[in-house]
């Protein structure tokens, strides 16, 4: 009779509840799933912003690069403007230091001249022009200008200009300098007028 009881029962209130669980069973499954998908998506969001991301800092990196580029040929270029100037100046402070030392001598020259008018005393007027002579030559030294040795000196042609030759007077003097007809000076290391020679043959 139990059993006619539960066969007895509305076909549809047990529809209906079936439906209710099976809805919920639905609803569940459905429910995991519109929540994975809502994570993929999120997912691919942040893919998608990181892109971004990064190319904001290279752009934030080329402009702190450019702008260091900018600032150190800006330097630069104040530095060779300032070097070329300095470099202007000391040629130009040097050539007036130059024409100082030589008005110095001129002023000995005029003294000298002005001497030989009025004295008769020969010695005396030899004696002050071998000075201004030795004063020129202590003249050259300092601003780096020396004499080339020349007259017994082997001959040279990377030193030494020949403008003739004569037979040597004796055998030791074949090739030798036996006169100087112009000295020659040296400016540092660096010939600057050839001395014009004679040379034994």
Do not use: W
């Not at 066969?7 to 079936?18: H, I, L, R, V, Y």
């Not at 200009?161 to 100087?180: F, H, L, M, N, R």
């Amino acid at each position: 009779m139990g059993n006619n009881n539960q066969s007895n029962k509305d076909p549809e209130e047990f529809n209906e509840k079936e439906f209710y669980d099976r809805g919920e069973s639905v609803n569940g499954e459905g429910g995991d799933k519109m929540s994975d998908e809502a994570e993929e998506v999120n997912a691919a969001e942040d893919t998608v912003e990181q892109p971004e991301t990064d190319e904001n800092d290279l752009q934030h990196k080329y402009d702190e690069l450019n702008d260091s580029y900018l600032r150190l040929n800006a330097e630069f270029d104040n530095f060779r403007k300032r070097t070329l100037k300095e470099k202007a100046d000391l040629i130009k402070s040097g050539g007036e230091r130059v024409l100082l030392d030589i008005i110095t001598l001129v002023d000995d020259f005029d003294r000298a001249l002005e001497s030989l008018h009025k004295t008769e005393d020969r010695e005396a007027m030899l004696e002050g022009m071998d000075l201004i002579y030795m004063k020129f030559v202590a003249f050259l030294k300092q601003h780096g200008v020396n004499e080339i040795e020349a007259i017994g000196q082997p001959f040279d042609a990377d030193s030494f200009e020949a403008i003739t030759t004569i037979p040597a007077p004796e055998a030791s003097q074949k090739g030798i300098v036996v006169d100087c007809i112009q000295k020659g000076y040296r400016l540092n290391d660096k010939i600057i007028r050839f001395p014009k020679v004679i040379v034994g043959e």
